[in-house]
């Protein structure tokens, strides 16, 4: 079974509307990031949460938001989606207790669509 | 302003020849480096890391230079498989003190290992 899940793995919206996407984890871990990846441009991160109270803007919050709901749950949702958030978008986590360094394990990523 | 650069989109190799990527950062408070390797429709998967205060690490196929004075790192590998074929990220962070700072993604590289 998949450590980091993502639900759903591909969705085609209009713009307006509202979407969630999800993500759970089983490693234990108390950091959860998203990011978006588009075309040439890498991986950008949008929000992170060092635990269930602690939520962070990223480098491109702006129109999304998020929910930690509890250490294994991560959503992050559009509330009004436009056809720029058209992205691949990735969940991570990573143990607070890993020692030296940052080392994330991904999700294996939800392909979104804004038409 | 890109703190993390990956300079070459692509790069096409022969099986059985060296692969080399390579990845420049601007911020000399960067002391530890992961790169990632990233296959069509999975989510990045970590590869190898190296903290600043080594010049080499080393794991099979896979080895990580990095030159502070520089601000270069490569990634080496000896001898390339078809199945390296993927997107490479590099990223750093910030981790003095043990804060285990966020991950920042260069754009990627895309490796081809021909037959």
């Known amino acids: 079974d998949a450590d980091v899940t993502q639900t759903p793995r591909n969705r085609i919206t209009k713009t307006g509307k509202r979407i969630m996407l999800e993500c759970s984890q089983t490693?234990?871990?108390?950091?959860m990031y998203w990011y978006r990846q588009d075309p040439g441009l890498g991986l950008r991160l949008i929000y992170y949460?060092?635990?269930?109270?602690?939520?962070n803007k990223g480098e491109i919050s702006d129109g999304y938001s998020v929910s930690r709901q509890a250490q294994a749950k991560f959503s992050l949702s559009l509330e009004s989606a436009i056809p720029n958030q058209t992205a691949l978008y990735f969940c991570?986590?990573?143990?607070?207790?890993?020692?030296?360094?940052?080392?994330?394990?991904f999700g294996p990523g939800t392909r979104l669509t804004v038409l | 302003d890109q703190q993390v650069k990956q300079n070459s989109p692509s790069l096409s190799v022969q099986e059985g020849r060296i692969s080399i990527l390579n990845c420049d950062y601007t911020?000399?408070?960067?002391?530890?480096f992961l790169w990632y390797k990233k296959y069509p429709a999975e989510g990045p998967t970590f590869l190898i890391s190296?903290?600043?205060?080594?010049d080499k690490n080393e794991d099979g196929r896979f080895t990580v230079f990095l030159n502070k004075s520089a601000k270069h790192l490569s990634l080496h590998i000896v001898p390339s498989q078809p199945g390296d074929s993927a997107v490479y990220f590099c990223?750093?962070?910030?981790?003095?003190?043990?804060?285990?700072?966020?991950?920042?993604f260069g754009k990627g590289t895309k490796l081809s290992v021909k037959p």
């Open positions: 991570a986590t990573s143990d607070l207790a890993g020692g030296f360094g940052n080392e994330q394990f």
């Open positions: 490693k234990g871990h108390d950091r």
């Open positions: 949460s060092f635990d269930v109270k602690d939520i």
């Open positions: 911020n000399s408070m960067f002391d530890y």
């Open positions: 190296i903290s600043s205060i080594k």
């Open positions: 990223a750093a962070s910030i981790n003095y003190g043990g804060s285990q700072g966020n991950l920042i």
